[in-house]
C-alpha cells in the first residue's frame, strides 16, 4: 500500500483515521448494537473517512479480542447467522475518556496554531 | 442463485459478488477475521437493501451500487484531496455550463425528437418468438409514435420498449420490418443510424426508430455481436392479429390478468395478492396448460424488476402466451 501515499500530507491523513478508526467503530456502537456491514456502511459514509470491509473486520476481531467488543449470533431462518457487534462493558467505560482525550487533543493542536 | 431472504440472483449479480469477496478474502483472513462471515453479511445486506426497495431480483449493477457506495477508499489510501479555493470555483462554474448545456440539449432533443413522433399510436404486442429466446431474456415494446397516426410506409417511427438480457455479455438490439419478399424495395441493405443499439447483460430501456420502406411487421430482435441468427424476437402492430405470415398469432382474450400497480403491488384477476402467492395461484390456475393466455398489466413508470419477477414467475411454471400491455 506504500505505492498509493503520494506525499507527506497524504501519508499524515492515512495515519489520522488510522488513528481514530478504532474510536469510530467504538462511538458507532456506543448506542447499539450493529452487524459489520452496517458498520461499513455507516463509516464508509463519513466525508473524509474511507474505508472497506477488508480493515474493517479483522478491526473488529481485534476489539473483542481485547474485550472492548462483544458479539452476539442473531439465527435466522431465511439465512445465515448473523454476527451483531456491541460495547462490552470494558468497551463502554473505555469510550468516554478515548473521546475526551481526543478533544483535548485537538484543542491543544488549535490553540498552537492561535499562539 | 436463489438468494436467503427472497430473492433471485442473477449469473452476472452472483458473479460480481464473487469477485468482490475473492478480492477482499486475503486481506480479511490476514487481518484474522472470518471471510465467511463477511461474504454472508455482504449478501444479506444486499438483499435486505434491494427487499425494502421492493426488488427481487439482484442485478450486477444492484450489486456494484451497493459495493460502490460502501467501499469507498481503503483506510490505507489517501482520501480524494480538498482542491484549492480558486480551483474549486472554476471547477464549480465548469460543472454548471456543463450542467446548462447537458439541459439544454436533453430538451432540444426532448422537443425535437417530440416534433418528429407527434403522434402516440395504439399498438398491439403480439406473442414473441419464444423458441428463440433464451431464459432470463425478454424484449417488451411499450411505446410506438409516430410522424403519422398510423404504420404506413413512408411514415417514421420512434419504438420504445424493455429489454432483460441475461444469455450474453452484450448483443444487438434491431428494429427491422419484415420484408414481403427479398425484391422488395430497401429490403436488403444497410440500417439506419437509429435502428440498432449495443446493450450490456442487464435490464434497460430502448429507443429505436426505423423509416417504413415496405409493407411489413415491425419487431425488435437481439442479435449475437458479430453477427448469426437473431436470439428472440417481438412482434407488434396496429392489428389485434398480424398482417405479416411471419408474425404470430396474437391471443384475442386472456385467461388472467397479472396488474402491477405504480407502487409495485400486485393483483390476479382483480384479486390483490402477494408475491408469494402468485406462484400457487398461477400454478393452480394452469398446471399443465402452458397454452393459456396470460396479460401483465404495468405502466411506463413500473419498476423493471417487478415485471421481471412477474415474467419470471409465470415462466417458471411453463407458460408461453404471456403478453405484457403498459400505459
Request: with cysteine; net charge neutral; charged share 20%.
Amino acid at each position: 500500500m506504500a505505492g498509493l501515499v503520494s506525499d507527506p500530507f497524504d501519508n499524515w491523513t492515512v495515519q489520522v483515521r488510522k488513528g481514530i478508526l478504532e474510536l469510530c467503530i467504538l462511538n458507532a456502537l456506543e448506542d447499539h448494537e450493529r452487524y459489520g456491514y452496517e458498520l461499513v456502511k455507516t463509516l464508509a459514509a463519513l466525508p473524509g473517512f474511507g474505508i472497506t470491509e477488508g480493515t474493517l473486520y479483522p478491526l473488529l476481531s481485534r476489539l473483542r479480542a481485547q474485550g472492548l467488543v462483544k458479539t452476539r449470533l442473531e439465527e435466522s431462518a431465511e439465512g445465515p447467522a448473523r454476527k451483531y457487534y456491541a460495547l462490552s462493558p470494558a468497551g463502554r467505560a473505555s469510550v468516554a475518556p478515548m473521546n475526551e482525550y481526543l478533544t483535548d487533543l485537538f484543542s491543544a493542536c488549535r490553540e498552537l496554531r492561535q499562539k | 442463485m436463489k438468494g436467503s431472504l427472497m430473492i433471485t440472483w442473477t449469473e452476472s449479480a452472483r458473479a460480481a459478488l464473487q469477485r468482490h469477496n475473492q478480492n477482499v478474502r486475503q486481506a480479511i483472513i490476514d487481518g484474522g477475521a472470518d471471510p465467511d462471515e463477511v461474504a454472508g453479511d455482504l449478501q444479506r445486506h444486499i438483499e435486505e437493501e434491494l427487499l425494502a426497495a421492493k426488488i427481487h431480483v439482484a442485478t450486477m449493477d444492484d450489486v456494484q451500487r451497493v459495493l460502490a457506495r460502501m467501499g469507498a477508499t481503503p483506510i490505507d489510501a489517501p482520501p480524494p484531496r480538498r482542491p484549492p479555493k480558486v480551483l474549486l470555483l472554476t471547477s464549480l462554474l465548469a460543472c454548471a455550463l456543463l450542467v446548462a448545456l447537458s439541459l439544454a440539449a436533453f430538451l432540444h432533443f426532448r422537443t425535437s425528437r417530440a416534433q418528429s413522433f407527434p403522434y402516440s399510436l395504439v399498438f398491439y404486442p403480439y406473442t414473441p418468438s419464444w423458441w428463440q429466446f433464451s431464459p432470463g431474456d425478454l424484449i417488451a415494446v411499450t411505446s410506438v409514435k409516430g410522424d403519422r397516426k398510423h404504420i404506413e410506409p413512408g411514415g417514421s417511427y420512434l419504438i420504445e420498449g424493455i429489454y432483460w438480457l441475461a444469455s450474453m455479455d452484450r448483443a444487438g438490439l434491431s428494429l427491422s420490418i419484415t420484408a414481403p419478399s427479398r425484391d422488395s424495395p430497401g429490403a436488403i441493405g444497410p440500417m439506419q443510424a437509429g435502428q440498432q443499439t449495443e446493450v450490456a447483460r442487464g435490464v434497460g430501456r430502448f429507443s429505436l426508430w426505423e423509416t417504413m420502406k415496405y409493407p411489413g411487421s415491425f419487431h425488435v430482435s437481439f442479435n449475437p455481436i458479430g453477427g448469426g441468427e437473431s436470439r428472440g424476437t417481438v412482434y407488434f402492430g396496429e392489428e389485434p392479429v398480424p398482417a405479416a405470415e411471419t408474425a404470430l398469432k396474437n391471443p384475442t382474450h386472456s385467461d388472467v390478468t397479472i396488474v402491477i400497480s405504480m407502487d409495485g403491488t400486485l393483483t390476479f384477476n382483480g384479486k390483490a395478492t402477494s408475491d408469494e402467492q402468485l406462484g400457487d395461484l398461477l400454478k393452480k390456475a394452469f398446471d399443465g396448460s402452458p397454452d393459456a393466455n396470460v396479460l401483465i398489466k404495468a405502466t411506463d413508470a413500473t419498476h423493471l424488476e417487478r415485471l421481471k419477477f412477474v415474467w419470471d414467475s409465470c415462466r417458471r411454471i411453463g407458460l408461453k402466451k404471456i403478453r405484457i400491455q403498459t400505459r
